[in-house]
């Protein structure tokens, strides 16, 4: 393509579906109606994604400055055919030339014009349905920055059926779908006191970002997280009965006490998604080992109830307490019981991770247990809305698994109830030592 012939390119642009059209050199291009995927929601920088925060911003895909830097789009299709590739897209000074590339097809362009215009990119051959991967890299650029593109515009065959992206909350939509397990089993039987579980993790899915819940309760929740590449933590977690993400606004008498905690286990608040009390324990847990949770609820008469969550090291071969809370205006034993998967690191998102989840037992305030065999498995509001798809759970053999991002293709409907294979043995603890 010549440089000249796409330069001074006016726009005209409604919504996400309009009419496009080109002009320059004397010549005028009708372009058929586009889909707009806007890059501050649907792209990373693939060759390392932790520094897509520093290249990708709201106003989409800003800083792009190193040749080496690859830039990776992402939307789903529903249909097979030719898809037409444009970009809304200007280069703030002297000329770029970009390669696009869709799995073996890939497509030149010259970037000269410095003012926002809609640059036609090609047109390439969806051959399956799915997520696809629009890549970018840049083959020559004289000037400091690569190039700025707003958004990525898709016409033709390909884009008539459903097409699938992060259209908004972008901070959410980056870090992708939460993924649960409710056991409604549980709901059934009153007075649950404990609750044991275990997670593995398999090989090369311990995600920096991702947090392995495993003893999920009405009033807060107990897993393990990987934080960094150097940290991962044990963490506890209660809420407030006070509704609030600041937890300086919680009145005295709804502040979540700590009553006891393990050696060096950190303790203090937490806010933004609800508040209370928080725990943790900085711990090198490793994947492809079984850890072992047991979380214990009791009330204590006074319209509060005390939790207690203990974790079992297997390289130290013995319980570790992570921390006792005392929940005002609370009289409950252990509800609502769940397990989850989430990414807390928007610029992980484009990576998958899994884990099982297994072995799920509880215990009544009698001492008796009962095993959890059964798993409804439900996603956030960023799966339920359609702006990511990469979300997936179910039971395999003896234990339920759960995955998401990284935008695979096998997903999981919603809402079905999945049943494991029963241990029929109980946990191995003694409860008499953990009161």
Known sequence: MKNSFWLFLPIALLACSFKESVSGSGREESFPSAIAIPTAGNSWVL???????????????????????????????????????????????????????????????TLSNSDWAIVPVGTFEVVQPGYQQLMWQCLEHPSPTIAEIESVRLAGPASEGEVHFVRDEFYWGRRGPSVHLRFPQADNIP?????????????????????????????????????????????????????????????????????????????????????????????????????????????????????????????????????????????????????????????TGVLTRSARYGNQWICDARGQWQELTQARFTADATARKGNRLDYAGGAQGDAFFLKNCGFFNERTEMDTTFERKATGGEPAVDLANFK
């Open 191 to 347: 007075n649950v006191e404990w609750f044991y579980s275990e997670i593995t993790v398999p090989a090369g899915q311990d995600v920096e970002g991702s947090y392995f819940m495993a003893n999920g309760f009405g009033e807060g929740y107990f897993g393990f997280q990987v934080n960094s590449e150097s940290e991962r933590r044990i963490l506890f977690s209660v809420w407030s009965p006070f509704k609030t993400d600041d937890p300086q606004s919680i009145p005295e008498d709804q502040k979540i006490k700590l009553l006891r905690k393990g050696q060096n286990v950190h303790t203090g608040e937490f806010g933004n998604e609800g508040s209370g009390g928080q725990s943790y324990l900085r711990y090198p847990w490793q994947a492809e080992v079984t850890y072992r949770f047991l979380l214990h609820a009791r009330p204590t008469g006074n319209n509060s109830t005390d939790y207690t969550a203990w974790f079992y090291a297997p390289e130290e071969g013995k319980w570790l307490l992570i921390a006792g809370w005392r929940r005002p205006k609370t009289d409950t034993y252990l509800t609502s019981l769940y397990s989850f998967l989430e990414n807390f690191i928007p610029e």
């Open 47 to 109: 060759n390392e994604p932790m520094k897509s925060s520093e290249l990708i911003t709201e106003n989409g895909l800003t800083n792009w400055s190193e040749d080496a830097d690859r830039i990776g789009t992402y939307f789903h299709l529903s249909r097979p055919g030719k898809l037409e590739v444009s970009i809304r897209a200007r280069v703030p000074g002297g000329m770029t030339r970009l390669k696009c590339s869709l799995g073996d097809q890939s497509q030149e362009i």
